[in-house]
């Protein structure tokens, strides 16, 4: 109480001049005070009841008041006010019984000297017990607070031995506090926690700070449970940590729920395959991907055709089991990175990473995917006891995901304007969303198919092209693949040769080339003027890392007699760099049969003489573009010359192809280009028109 406030002093007197006296001493004393005088039961009570009092002035001696009875009063109402006894006179005795009764101090009448202090030292006892009683009922409250609490809290010292734990965590652990005081917080650590969490602890509270994390812990029983921990250090006055406090609760069945919420939010609950919400984050993953990694990924989105009808027969029973089934046999034809949700009733879609660089490759891929998958689901599907056998047609749409940055939701989007335009299309079959790929690989699918008809029904063709030496002298021909697919315009074989590389088809196709060009050479031999002619042919990659390919070529030599030395084989670059030492071994072998080999295309590739050195060409082609180039461009000339010598300086013969004009001509000459083959001599022609006496010697 400041020092200047009155006090508010209640004073029990039935002699008004008493009180005055009272209050005079007071006021010699310089103790300032308000002073109420009452001298009844009822005044008494009323006064208590309205206003706040500093300390009571009892005059024990009133009428009709029975000091029992006034203290009791007091007391009831007021516990902590202090009570003063005033009075004329009293007993030692007196004085004893009314101590007892909860009065605080007395002072005769005749001596009020001491009143001022007395009073004093009573209020500030009081306010003095009411702080401690307050501080004590706080801690009461804290102590309670900390017993009840429901999540765990755990004090430890700085080893750390557990010092106290309250009752909420004897309830989670299963442990007695006689069990668990003194022990290390581990005991509960049967080491699912990871270490690291540990270590993250120690450091951060090590630094005085405060740590937040879960632990896994395990009951008394072995059963375990997650939660989540605040862990801070406890300072004492002079900021030295003296104990740890834990506070944690259990989180287990939160964290089940957010599975299951998880799961209920990201996967269908039929056939447990992610839901379309999680099929767009991993499409948007696709798409990133494609962007990084400068590869192709497809979404395919797919509807099971009169999938009402099979729910309206069979039941939904039955509907549920096909359901499954289409699940399984989508995962199981597809690729563990890939993604197969369920993205509706009867609708799902399949995510694919990883496809090829290249955009009509990738197309490809994607094409023969559609077409495994959509044939797999062709099969019936074997559902139910009963072991029903239903049958459904499926319509599909396919986007690729390109390297351009697109939003998941817009490829889902266009796989299924595509599946759309299937359905459009008369149902159980596919559709690209990008109309040029449609065309693409609709193209591919005809010339596949062609192809395949073409070397059944022998439309396939070599065309001749010569080759003559610096002098004009025929030296040969080039054999040339033609598809002559009647009543249409011809393919170019730069259009489906690689074509047939992707399908194999190749190595039909190579062995059909072979077994020409042998039969060809085998009829030059029967001739004179085509006695001393050389034949080369063309052999991609695929086939000539066939295995059996060296085997093949032997096979042709003898079945058609020929002199291997009429023979050549032109290799392009991508051949060679595939697998140098296969290449090497491969090359030698062919050499010992003897056998040609012409590095074709030289100029347009890799273009790097250095392999040449260690492989067993003999005859280097400069490719048609550096010719045409030559003229026109000085370093296209100078390019020429310079591989020409570095070809002869390596012992190889060097033709030049395409050559078209004179001025070329003459330059390769100056140059000293060995052989030419060009349009300015001759273009290819059908095997039956090539006639060595047509040919005029351009040259000269
Ligand atoms: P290549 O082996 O470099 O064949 C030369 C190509 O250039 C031929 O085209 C030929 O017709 C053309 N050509 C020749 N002289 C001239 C000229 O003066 N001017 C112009 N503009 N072009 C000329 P073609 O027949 O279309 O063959 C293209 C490519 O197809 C060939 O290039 C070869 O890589 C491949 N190819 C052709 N036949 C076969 C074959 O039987 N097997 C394999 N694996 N590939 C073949
Ligand atoms: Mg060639
Ligand atoms: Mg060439």
Redesign the pocket.
């Known amino acids: 109480m400041a020092a200047d406030t009155p006090l508010r002093l209640l004073v029990l007197e039935d002699t008004e001049a008493d009180a005055l006296l009272i209050q005079r001493r007071l006021e010699q004393s310089g103790l300032k005070a308000r002073i109420r005088r009452v001298d009844r039961t009822e005044q008494l009570a009323a006064a208590l009841a309205d206003e706040q009092w500093d300390a009571v002035l009892y005059d024990y001696t009133l009428p009709g008041m029975h000091f029992e009875d006034t203290i009791g009063l007091i007391r009831k109402q007021r516990p902590e006010l202090p009570i003063v006894l005033v009075s004329g006179t009293v007993s030692e005795e007196m004085a004893v019984t009314l101590l007892q009764h909860g009065l605080n101090d007395f002072v005769l009448k005749d001596n009020l000297l001491r009143l001022p202090s007395v009073i004093r030292r009573a209020v500030n006892s009081a306010a003095e017990r009411c702080r401690r009683k307050r501080a004590e009922d706080q801690l009461r409250k804290l102590a309670m607070v900390v017993e009840q609490s429901p999540t765990s809290i755990v004090i430890t010292d700085t080893r750390p031995a557990i010092e106290y734990v309250n009752q909420a965590f004897l309830d989670q652990t299963g442990y007695s506090a006689a069990e668990v005081l003194g022990q290390n917080p581990s005991i509960l650590n049967q080491g699912k926690t990871p270490p690291a969490t540990y270590r993250n602890l120690w450091a951060t509270i090590c630094r005085g700070e405060v740590w937040n994390g879960e632990f896994c812990n395990t009951r008394k029983d072995g059963s375990v449970y997650l939660e989540t921990a605040t862990v801070a250090p406890i300072r004492a006055d002079d900021g030295r940590v003296t104990h740890y406090v834990a506070v944690k609760s259990d989180v287990t069945q939160l964290r089940d729920s957010e599975s299951r919420i998880h799961q209920l939010a990201n996967f269908d609950e039929l056939t447990g395959l992610p839901n379309r919400s999680l099929l767009l984050d991993r499409l948007q993953q696709a798409s990133r991907s494609a962007r990084q990694t400068g590869r192709h990924g497809m979404v395919l989105a797919l509807d099971l055709d009169g999938f009402k009808f099979i729910n309206d027969t069979h039941g939904y029973d039955i509907g549920n089991r096909v359901l499954e089934s289409v699940a399984e046999r989508l995962r199981e034809n597809l690729s563990d990175d890939s993604t197969v949700a369920r993205i509706g009733g009867n609708r799902f879609a399949v995510v694919v990473e990883n496809l090829s660089r290249r955009r009509n490759r990738a197309a490809t891929q994607a094409h023969d995917l559609a077409e495994l998958i959509h044939e797999e689901l062709q099969l019936p599907h074997c559902v139910g006891e009963t072991e029903t056998l239903v049958r459904h047609s499926t319509t599909m749409g396919l986007c690729l995901v390109l390297h351009d940055h697109e939003n998941a939701e817009r490829l889902l989007n266009k796989a299924e304007i595509a599946l759309q335009r299937a359905r459009d299309a008369g149902r159980n079959s596919w559709c690209f969303f990008n109309g040029e790929m449609q065309a693409l690989v609709e193209a591919r699918g005809r010339i596949e198919n062609g192809l395949h008809q073409a070397l059944e029904q022998n439309h396939l063709a070599?065309?001749y092209?010569s080759q003559f030496d610096a002098s004009g002298r025929l030296i040969g021909a080039?054999?040339?693949?033609r598809w002559n697919r009647p009543g249409e315009d011809p393919i170019?074989?730069?259009q489906f040769?690689p074509l047939a590389e992707e399908t194999g088809l190749?190595l039909p196709?190579?062995q059909w080339?072979l077994d020409t060009a042998c039969r060809q050479l085998q009829s030059w031999a029967q001739h004179p003027r085509t006695r001393g002619l050389h034949l080369s042919?063309?052999?991609?990659a695929r086939?000539f890392h066939e295995p059996r390919f060296v085997d093949q070529l032997l096979e042709a030599l003898e079945r058609y007699e020929i002199q291997p030395g009429r023979l050549s084989l032109?290799l392009?670059e991508s051949v060679v760099l595939n697998d140098l030492h296969q290449t090497q071994q491969r090359m030698l072998a062919i050499r010992d049969l003897g056998v040609g080999l012409a590095l074709?295309?030289f100029g347009t590739g890799f273009s790097s003489l250095s392999y040449l050195k260690n492989l067993p060409f003999h005859t280097l082609?400069i490719?048609?573009s550096f010719v045409s180039d030559m003229i026109a461009t000085t370093s296209s000339a100078a390019i020429v010359r310079a591989t020409i010598s570095m070809g002869h300086a390596l012992g190889l013969t060097v033709i030049a192809?395409?050559?078209?004009t004179r001025a070329e001509l003459d330059l390769l000459k100056d140059f000293g280009c060995n052989a030419f083959?060009?349009?300015?001599f001759a273009?290819?022609v059908p095997g039956d028109q090539w006639q060595p006496e047509d040919q005029t010697i351009a040259t000269s």
Do not use: C, M
């Not at 042919?537 to 991609?540: A, E």
């Open positions: 070599l065309a092209q080039e054999g040339l693949i170019p074989p730069g040769i190749i196709i190579g080339v042919i063309n052999v991609s086939q032109e392009t074709d295309d082609k490719d048609r192809e395409g050559v078209e083959q060009g349009f300015l273009r290819p």
